[in-house]
């Protein structure tokens, strides 16, 4: 019997009623049997700092490292700031891809979700996250792509997804990246 695939997925926004914690959280609703999706969000990541890596990482940036190195496979949940990543998940990946031959990053399966009030949803950031995970030699699936545009009218006030289709979506999304993990990962 195999054992369940873990995802970690990892939230791009702080926002309390994020439509893209929303979206993790529908993830998990919308798992697979045999797939356990658990959530990290970027609160208590400070800002990178040279300094304090080469010190030892701070405790908060450890526990996230030992997430990501347990999981069999990331889904990362970006908004779109100004064309690109939010700074904060930027941060967050700065963090985990040092030292970059320890990276919990390196051949870890990754999937990229988005939802953004924009007409083009998390286009632009998602290609931008991309072009990140090429340093950390992550392997990023291609297909299939989840881009949420105009998000408020998908999410509730409190950010939970309303839309059966983008539900169906993610469900098409895991089922992708818990293929694509067992392909170039090392889940059982």
Partial sequence: MERPVQVLGICGSLRRASYNLGLLRAAQAVAPEGVAVEIATLHDIPLYNQDEDAAGPPAAVQALKARIRAADALLI????????????????????????????LRHKPIALIGASSGQFGTVRAQLALRQVF????????????????????????AGNLLDEDIRERLRGVLAALVAWARRVGTPA
């Fill in 77 to 104: 949940a970006t908004p779109e700031y100004n064309y690109s990543i939010p700074g904060v998940l930027k941060n967050a990946i700065d963090w985990a891809s040092r030292p970059p031959a320890e990276t919990p």
């Fill in 134 to 157: 090429v340093f950390t030699e992550s392997y990023v699936l291609p297909k299939p792509e989840l881009m949420v545009p105009a998000a408020a009218s998908k999410f509730d006030a």
